[in-house]
């Protein structure tokens, strides 16, 4: 006679220690932009919990455990969040004394045959031992004359800076 036995493994979502709002509990152990300082408590989708926050180790389950262990070493965490936030702010003031010069293909009249964008920037300033991401670059629009520019650009959410970036033309056009 064979007995069946019922699988007892919850699927993924059920494992999950579920919000208020039916969501996903997590505990941010980074911070995360437009969600979270670390150590928050916050309710998400499952999915953004399965396939950003939990592999990119950005977030832990949110048990009492983790929760009273976020309560005693708080202090601690908006310590070292400060010193973060210091040191992103020095950098951009590094950034901001920089000047980025951009050859590119123009008119008589200035006009570019392209357009200058953030790829084109990052590049630049790759040059010059800054390593910046397409996204932490703010344009308004793409540059599309000869000139100087000043471009914001974001670190963090409360770091920002701006950069001079002058387009010019080609060398031998």
Same mark, same amino acid.
């Given at each position: 006679?064979?007995?069946?036995?019922?699988? /007892?493994?919850?699927?993924?979502?059920? /494992?999950? @220690?579920?919000? @208020?709002?039916?969501?996903?509990?997590?505990?941010?152990?980074?911070? +995360? *932009?437009?969600?979270?300082? =670390?150590?928050?408590?916050?309710?998400?989708?499952?999915?953004?919990?399965?396939? %950003?926050?939990?592999? !990119?180790?950005?977030?832990?389950?949110? $048990?009492?455990?983790?929760?009273?262990?976020? *309560?005693?070493? /708080?202090?601690?965490?908006?310590?070292?969040? /400060?010193? !973060? =936030? &210091?040191?992103?702010?020095? %950098?951009?003031?590094?950034?901001?004394? !920089?000047?980025?010069?951009?050859?590119?293909? #123009?008119?008589?009249?200035?006009?570019?045959?392209?357009? +200058?964008? &953030?790829? *084109?920037?990052? &590049? #630049?300033?790759?040059?010059?031992?800054?390593?910046?991401?397409?996204? =932490?670059?703010?344009?308004?629009?793409?540059?599309?004359?000869?000139?100087? %520019? $000043?471009?914001?650009?974001?670190?963090?959410?409360?770091?920002?800076?701006?950069?001079?970036?002058?387009?010019? @033309? $080609?060398?031998? &056009?």
């Amino acid at each position: 006679m064979q007995i069946k036995v019922k699988n /007892r493994t919850p699927s993924r979502s059920h /494992r999950l @220690p579920k919000g @208020p709002g039916g969501g996903v509990e997590l505990l941010l152990i980074h911070r +995360v *932009e437009d969600l979270g300082q =670390q150590g928050d408590v916050v309710e998400v989708r499952p999915g953004f919990a399965y396939n %950003y926050l939990l592999p !990119q180790g950005l977030a832990t389950f949110a $048990t009492e455990h983790h929760k009273r262990m976020v *309560e005693k070493h /708080r202090s601690k965490l908006q310590a070292m969040e /400060r010193a !973060q =936030q &210091a040191d992103l702010r020095k %950098y951009a003031l590094e950034i901001a004394k !920089q000047s980025v010069t951009i050859e590119a293909n #123009a008119t008589d009249e200035g006009h570019l045959y392209g357009s +200058v964008g &953030a790829p *084109e920037i990052v &590049a #630049a300033l790759k040059k010059n031992e800054i390593h910046m991401k397409v996204e =932490q670059i703010r344009l308004d629009g793409l540059l599309k004359e000869l000139g100087l %520019y $000043t471009v914001n650009f974001r670190l963090a959410s409360e770091v920002e800076g701006e950069l001079k970036v002058w387009v010019v @033309p $080609t060398v031998g &056009a």
